[in-house]
């Protein structure tokens, strides 16, 4: 009685699964220049207290891998755990974001994201489990490097729009 038209939802459905890999992707970019931006304002802040560069990766490193990383090996573990961490939360903020959302918005809800981020990671987990003094990053230093962090995330539409574009040609 009725046609069959389920093949004319099978493009519409795998257009709408290319658009969450896009949204995703686009965040795991923003998410990772963003942990590389927290980095690098980590190294700056620490040699301008007069630490070593890997500093702040090392203490977190010690922290989060006690047991699985020798002690040389530190400040990489806190480094990849950064990347890593900061990468997860770019997809996940590109898939609530997707494209749908103003800049204003995406700057904003990236900001959000970022403070967010610090309270959990800094405010929750570092402080709560009764670190000392020395072990525990400076709290200005961590809530600036995830402001940088929320701003990098407000990045999001110019690298979703370039990865929807696709590969242009240069002239």
Not at 16 to 27: N, Q, S, W
Not at 68 to 85: D, H, M, P, Y
Not at 114 to 136: D, F, M
Not at 153 to 161: A, K, T
Request: hydrophobic letters at 50%; aromatic letters at 12%.
């Amino acid at each position: 009685m009725f046609a069959d038209v389920s093949f004319l939802m099978q493009p519409l459905a795998r257009t709408k699964r290319r658009d969450l890999v896009y949204c995703a992707l686009a965040g795991l970019e923003t998410g990772v220049l963003g942990g590389v931006l927290v980095l690098g304002w980590w190294a700056l802040s620490a040699l301008v207290a007069g630490q070593p560069v890997w500093a702040i990766p090392a203490r977190l490193g010690a922290y989060f891998c006690r047991g699985v990383v020798s002690r040389n090996e530190f400040a990489v573990a806190g480094v990849a755990l950064q990347i890593s961490s900061a990468g997860t939360i770019g997809a996940l903020f590109g898939l609530a974001v997707r494209g749908y959302w103003s800049l204003q918005r995406v700057v904003l809800f990236g900001l959000a994201t970022g403070l967010g981020w610090h309270y959990v990671g800094y405010e929750v987990l570092l402080r709560t489990v009764g670190l000392t003094a020395y072990s525990v990053p400076p709290r200005r230093t961590m809530l600036m490097g995830h402001l940088l962090f929320g701003l990098s995330l407000g990045m999001y539409r110019r690298f979703l729009g370039s990865l929807q574009t696709g590969p242009r040609a240069h002239a």
